[in-house]
């Protein structure tokens, strides 16, 4: 099975810095974009950053110069490092990639979430 876990969310004030990484698992063959969304309560999904296997990003323009995405390929991993983190930052970040597994299928894959919320 494969699949995406999330980790390092949290409570932090404003101000304050948060470290998402996301592990993708299981029989992979590769992995070529990944990123991060999130949704905050009563919104709809938004992107935040995605970076592709060569390692072009793109952000939301929300969050240009406070957060970074950044991968390793030989971890399967993606982190999200944010900065500056604002109460409007708070939402539910979900990692997303487009993977290819040992038998050649291709998945979209989602993780289960993890929680930022940002507060004094």
């Known amino acids: 099975q494969v699949q995406l876990v999330e980790s390092g969310g949290g409570l932090v004030q404003p101000g304050g810095s948060l470290r998402l990484s996301c592990v993708a698992s299981?029989?992979?063959?590769?992995?070529?974009?990944m990123g991060w969304y999130r949704q905050a309560p009563g919104k709809q999904r938004e992107l935040v950053a995605r970076?592709?296997?060569?390692?072009?990003?793109n952000y939301a323009d929300s969050v240009k110069g406070r957060f970074t995405i950044s991968r390793d390929n030989a971890k399967n991993t993606v982190y999200l490092q944010t900065n500056n983190l604002k109460p409007e930052d708070t939402a539910v970040y979900s990692c997303?990639?487009?993977?290819?597994?040992?038998?050649?299928?291709?998945?979209?894959?989602w993780g289960q979430g993890t929680l930022v919320t940002v507060s004094s």
């Open positions: 997303n990639a487009e993977v290819v597994t040992m038998s050649w299928k291709s998945l979209e894959l």
């Open positions: 299981g029989s992979i063959r590769n992995i070529n974009r």
């Open positions: 970076i592709t296997s060569l390692g072009m990003t």
